[in-house]
Nanobody
Framework: QVQVVESGGGLVQPGESLKLSCVVS????????MEWYRQAPGKQREPVAT???????NYTDSVKGRFTMSRGTTRNTAFLQMDSLNSEDTGVYFC??????????WGQGTQVTVSS
């Protein structure tokens, strides 16, 4: 059974940083894409960042230059370094994994709140 578990969310002030982690376990496939999505209160879930097995990344325009997605050396982990956070970054952040986009397997999400 595939499990996707996010961690690292929390409450920060505007301008601060936060790093999210995602761990995938039980996935028999060796090569897969990992993604971060977020859902703000009252809004639809939106893609934030994507990383391929080879490390190629793509970001939504609103986070370019502020967020960095990376993959761990074991390739079943992914990170989202979030800098210069603002209130519009508040939401539940989800990690997804799978052979395509959107991912086939999803985590339960981790809450990120940016507030002074």
């Amino acid at each position: 059974q595939v499990q996707v578990v996010e961690s690292g969310g929390g409450l920060v002030q505007p301008g601060e940083s936060l790093k999210l982690s995602c761990v995938v376990s039980g996935y028999s496939r060796s090569f897969y894409i990992m993604e971060w999505y977020r859902q703000a209160p009252g809004k639809q879930r939106e893609p934030v960042a994507t990383i391929t097995y080879g490390g190629f990344t793509n970001y939504t325009d609103s986070v370019k230059g502020r967020f960095t997605m990376s993959r761990g050396t074991t390739r079943n982990t992914a990170f989202l370094q979030m800098d210069s956070l603002n209130s519009e970054d508040t939401g539940v952040y989800f990690c997804a994994a799978g052979p395509g986009i959107p991912g086939k397997y999803w985590g339960q999400g981790t809450q990120v709140t940016v507030s002074s």
